[in-house]
């Protein structure tokens, strides 16, 4: 069976993500750092886009050189928090278009509430890669996707920061053909569904509204 799930080992990624854990790192270096490793985990799930040759000239003569092939990028953050990795992400590819689906962990179930939807019209023309740094029951990323795959694109990707093994598992098994990117695979689930050790409320401190 095919790879479905890539956890970015990177050294970088890994570093940065021990600062964005720290309670103590306030919201303007937590936004700066969700949105470093937001970009450097785009290099890394963009890694097999295809690339076609190319000539250019320089100023000592013709390069037979490459470019991307053709693909179009969407990228779609999950209200509020993957709102903080779009910058990171377009530093990369300036050229994507952004969708957004908003949606709301209840607070007592659980149970994903959606509240927004605008994605690019050519959707269909695109690759779409989902943003949001938590994964954690599941819910939230299993209906942003199928809310998206109503709109028909050539394909998604989610990533993440830290996902829960038991949204790892609910959100493969609803969505098998969906790649997971992300930096880590925390511990479990808190009985009022927060990842542990993880970094707390990933909106909230985004936002500074904890
Ligand atoms: C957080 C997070 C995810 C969701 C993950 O958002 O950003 O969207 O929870 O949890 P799940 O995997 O159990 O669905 P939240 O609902 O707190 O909304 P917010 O981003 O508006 O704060
Ligand atoms: N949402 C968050 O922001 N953090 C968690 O740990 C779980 C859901």
């Keep these: 069976m095919e790879k479905q799930v890539f956890v970015m080992e990177h050294p970088l990624i890994q570093h940065k993500l021990t600062y964005l854990r720290d309670k103590n790192t306030g919201s303007k270096e937590?936004?700066?750092?969700?949105?470093?490793?937001?970009m450097l985990m785009c290099y890394e799930s963009t890694r097999d886009l295809p690339l076609m040759e190319t000539q250019?000239?320089?100023?000592?003569?013709?390069?037979?050189?490459?470019?991307?092939?053709?693909r179009k990028l969407a990228f779609?953050?999950?209200?509020?928090?993957?709102?903080?990795?779009?910058?990171?992400?377009?530093?990369?590819?300036?050229?994507?278009?952004?969708g957004h689906i908003g949606l709301y962990r209840d607070h007592q179930t659980l149970q994903p509430v959606e509240y927004y939807s605008k994605l690019p019209s050519d959707i269909e023309e695109r690759d779409v890669i989902v943003l949001d740094p938590m994964l954690a029951t599941g819910g939230s990323a299993i209906d942003a996707i199928t809310i998206i795959k109503r709109s028909h694109p050539k394909s998604i990707k989610f990533m993440c920061?830290?996902?829960?093994?038991?949204?790892?598992?609910?959100?493969?098994?609803?969505?098998?053909?969906?790649?997971v990117y992300c930096a880590n695979?925390?511990?479990?689930?808190?009985?009022i569904?927060?990842?542990?050790?993880?970094?707390?409320?990933?909106?909230?401190?985004?936002?500074?509204?904890?």
């Design 30 to 38: 937590f936004r700066e750092l969700v949105s470093e490793i937001s």
């Design 161 to 179: 920061i830290i996902a829960a093994p038991e949204g790892i598992e609910a959100f493969t098994k609803e969505h098998p053909d969906v790649q």
């Design 193 to 210: 569904g927060y990842i542990v050790p993880g970094l707390g409320d990933a909106g909230d401190r985004i936002f500074g509204t904890l």
């Design 185 to 191: 695979v925390d511990s479990h689930l808190n009985e």
């Design 56 to 70: 250019v000239e320089t100023p000592m003569g013709m390069a037979t050189t490459k470019v991307i092939a053709g």
């Design 76 to 98: 779609v953050p999950i209200l509020r928090a993957g709102l903080g990795m779009v910058d990171g992400v377009l530093r990369m590819v300036p050229a994507a278009k952004v």
